[in-house]
């Protein structure tokens, strides 16, 4: 599968912005997506991961209440809408996909497919 991350930008603290991610290729809903992003000098982390059907949700604790993930299976694409941006946020965003983990184990990198990641900086 390819995938194709857009929205990001710059955007001032407390603000929002609304990630992208389009999928082409094998059938999107065969795969868990996630977020994950990496700021300057440091690892990249995880940041948010939906389930097949969206019925299930994982966060990051420095996220969570101020991100949502969803996706819209008809049309290939997932979402990551983040509220209340703050300066800590900036970082290149990434989606990425795999075909299945649960729990614990979707929170790591072993995902099979990324996109090529966009840019969110967080003015103070």
């Known amino acids: 599968v390819q995938l194709q991350a857009s929205g990001g930008g710059l955007v001032q603290a407390g603000g929002s912005l609304r990630l992208s991610c389009a999928a082409s290729?094998?059938?999107?809903?065969?795969?868990?997506m996630g977020w994950f992003r990496q700021a300057p000098g440091k690892e990249r982390e995880f940041v948010a991961a939906i389930m097949w059907s969206g019925g299930t949700t994982y966060y990051a604790d420095s996220v969570k209440g101020r991100f949502t993930i969803s996706r819209d299976n008809a049309k290939n694409t997932v979402y990551l809408q983040m509220n209340g941006l703050k300066p800590e946020d900036t970082a290149v965003y990434y989606c990425a996909a795999r075909d299945y983990c649960s729990g614990n184990g979707c929170y790591d990198r072993s995902y099979d497919y990324w996109g090529q990641g966009t840019l969110v900086t967080v003015s103070s």
């Open positions: 290729g094998r059938t999107f809903s065969s795969y868990v």
